[in-house]
């Protein structure tokens, strides 16, 4: 990544965490590539697991993807079995998915080298960094309790 033109630009809080964001998920998405993952399937994967059998639009919704990139993201975690659609016991004009054992064992890899690959990131850091970090980072992204937050 290139550096930015002026040393002002440089110093603006923002900047830097646009260049840290784009490191993470640089590190991150080769971490799931590895896996023969990308990270909007690891992300609905993980959904997938905490929210359980969801309605389809309701998984969109959690995890603010436009309905049409979710259904080709469905469609390649279905084609691959790691998920499976059924008609939603709830509401039978509706698909629930759902996570397979399969999923559930991909998700477990992925993870593991999403965990990984954020080590990576934040190993400049103390343990005591990491906190402090982790904490400054929620209180100025917003993503405190209640607060709905995006993977892009």
Same mark, same amino acid.
């Given at each position: 990544?290139? &550096?930015?033109? /002026?040393?002002?630009?440089? !110093?603006?809080?923002?900047? /830097?965490? %646009?260049?840290?964001?784009?490191?993470?998920?640089?590190?991150?998405? +080769? *971490?799931?590539?590895? #896996?023969g993952m990308k990270m909007w399937h690891h992300v609905a994967?993980?959904?997938?697991? @905490?929210? %359980?059998?969801?309605?389809?639009? +309701?998984?969109?919704? =959690?995890?603010?993807l436009d309905p049409k990139d979710l259904v080709g993201v469905?469609? +390649?975690?279905?084609? *691959?079995?790691?998920?499976?659609?059924?008609? +939603?016991?709830k509401d039978r004009r509706k698909n629930a998915v759902s996570?397979?054992? @399969? =999923?559930?064992?991909?998700? #477990?890899?992925?993870?593991?080298?999403?965990?990984?690959?954020? &080590?990576?990131?934040?190993?400049?850091? !103390?343990?005591? &960094?990491? #906190?402090?970090?982790? @904490?400054?980072?929620?209180?100025?992204?917003?993503? =405190?309790?209640?607060?709905?937050?995006?993977? @892009?």
């Open positions: 990544m290139a &550096e930015a033109p /002026l040393p002002a630009i440089r !110093s603006l809080p923002s900047w /830097l965490l %646009g260049r840290a964001a784009a490191r993470g998920r640089a590190l991150v998405a +080769d *971490a799931l590539a590895a #896996e994967l993980s959904a997938l697991r @905490d929210l %359980g059998p969801v309605a389809q639009a +309701d998984l969109g919704r =959690g995890i603010a469905l469609n +390649d975690l279905q084609a *691959a079995g790691l998920v499976v659609r059924a008609p +939603d016991p996570l397979t054992e @399969d =999923g559930g064992r991909l998700l #477990e890899r992925c993870e593991k080298a999403a965990r990984e690959a954020n &080590e990576t990131l934040l190993a400049p850091l !103390s343990a005591a &960094e990491r #906190e402090q970090f982790m @904490d400054l980072l929620t209180r100025v992204s917003g993503a =405190g309790a209640g607060t709905r937050t995006t993977c @892009d």
